[in-house]
């Protein structure tokens, strides 16, 4: 009879295959519930930025919820936050766009390339 073959793993290799297989239960549960993961990743943002120029400008008034930033925010491209973005690069460090200061850019050709 065929002798078994011998454990050769070692308590390193234990902790990998546990890191990997906690790290393929998170990509399952993420890409199985992308629309909830959604939801939350949108909620932290709006909760973060409640009260950045731009979504008072719109109207948001601090609401965090999908439905109301679908409803008031319109679609935009960049020619409509210009305005903004200039201040910004000038050195205003109010909170136009985000909560926290904006210390630099990508330039066009990198969010281009990226689909942004």
Not at 52 to 65: A, D, K, M
Request: charged share 25%.
């Amino acid at each position: 009879m065929p002798e078994a073959p011998k454990n050769t793993l070692k308590p390193s290799d234990y902790n990998l295959a546990e890191k990997n297989k906690k790290s393929l239960q998170f990509i399952e549960d993420v890409t199985s519930n992308a629309d909830e993961a959604q939801k939350k990743v949108l909620e932290e943002i709006l909760s973060r930025n409640a009260h950045v120029e731009y979504l008072q400008r719109h109207g948001l008034n601090g609401q965090t919820n999908r439905e109301t930033f679908k409803k008031v925010m319109p679609v935009i491209n960049y020619e409509d936050i210009q305005p903004d973005i200039n201040r910004i690069a000038n050195g205003d460090a109010s909170p136009i766009l985000c909560s926290k200061p904006i210390s630099e850019f990508l330039t066009r050709w990198v969010c281009a390339s990226f689909g942004f």
